[in-house]
């Protein structure tokens, strides 16, 4: 049986008024790991701006992050990774917080965690607004310093790099969500893992995002919960 298609929800799901800035529909990928469905909705995301500077920005970012993640693939599956790249840039737009740093470092956001691009390179190529950013959005690469890294991102982190988190780990979940639904029980017990972390991890942050983004995290853990029996969000 082929799996019904995931889609994020609407706007209209957020329980309260969404901000005027968000009033306007967006477009978005309704079938969810489509590679040609992204690549189509973000090209006609990008030509819609009306400053082209910030047209060639977005281009010249996303070459650089395809060109630095190279072959990787999305876990389990045959999806470029830059699709996930895409997505998370468009959530944060989608959420209100389109400033063109936002949006690049939202491309950029995984280029220095799993890939060879240093921090330094980043700064270079797109500002020091863009690599403090995705500096924010590398996480150490010990399990035992997550701790303290989500601390430090709960605390002290800028809102835009809060943002980021919730939009990464939003779609990362809907990721995960059709990763289950495909292969069944192979990742069932480490998506049910990664569901838990997410409740000390990145849950916190929710608290001062608009509302859009707030419903959209938690319907993705809600979606993901009962494909991995998690009856409840529990910290593990």
């Not at 992050?65 to 468009?90: E, F, I, K, N």
């Not at 310093?145 to 601390?151: G, K, M, N, V, W």
């Amino acid at each position: 049986m082929v799996p019904t298609p995931l889609r994020p929800p609407s706007l209209s799901d957020a329980g309260d008024a969404a901000p005027d800035r968000l009033a306007e529909a967006k477009a978005w990928p309704s079938v969810f790991d489509a590679p040609s469905t992204v690549e189509r909705v973000w090209t006609d995301f990008v030509e819609a701006q009306a400053d082209p500077e910030r047209r060639h920005e977005l281009r010249r970012t996303l070459v650089f992050a395809r060109a630095r993640h190279g072959d990787q693939l999305r876990r389990g599956s045959d999806t470029p990774y830059w699709v996930h790249l895409v997505r998370v840039a468009m959530e944060v737009s989608r959420w209100g917080e389109g400033a063109l740093p936002t949006v690049q470092a939202a491309l950029l956001h995984d280029t220095v965690e799993d890939t060879e691009t240093t921090l330094a390179e980043v700064r270079e190529q797109f500002g020091g607004e863009v690599g403090d950013l995705v500096g924010w959005l590398t996480c150490p690469p010990s399990d035992g310093d997550l701790p303290t890294y989500y601390e430090r991102l709960h605390e002290t982190a800028p809102f835009r790099a809060q943002i980021l988190k919730l939009a990464d780990r939003t779609d990362n979940l809907r990721s995960i969500q059709a990763l289950v639904m495909r292969t069944g029980d192979r990742h069932r017990r480490w998506a049910g893992n990664y569901l838990a972390r997410t409740i000390w991890q990145v849950l916190p942050l929710a608290a001062r995002a608009p509302s859009v983004a707030r419903v959209d995290l938690v319907t993705a853990m809600a979606d993901l919960a009962p494909l991995v029996e998690e009856p409840g969000f529990i910290r593990s």
